[in-house]
């Protein structure tokens, strides 16, 4: 799920991505799609906006 929503986004945010997921396999991080969402919602949509 994580590969289809990657390929979704465009400008800064696959800009973004492309280093989020570089710090991750060089942490070890697997790469699930809470691992995903929870980096998404935190760089683009602060808890403010959230609620």
């Known amino acids: 799920?994580?590969?289809l929503a990657t390929y979704q986004?465009?400008?800064d945010a696959e800009?973004?991505?492309g280093n989020?997921?570089?710090?991750m396999e060089a942490a070890y991080?697997?790469?699930t799609w809470d691992n995903f969402?929870?980096?998404f919602l935190?760089?683009?949509f602060p808890?403010?906006?959230r609620e």
């Open 29 to 31: 991080e697997e790469f």
């Open 20 to 23: 989020t997921s570089l710090l």
């Open 42 to 44: 935190s760089k683009y």
């Open 9 to 11: 986004l465009l400008g």
């Open 47 to 49: 808890e403010t906006a």
């Open 1 to 3: 799920m994580v590969t």
């Open 37 to 39: 969402k929870r980096k």
């Open 15 to 17: 800009y973004w991505w």
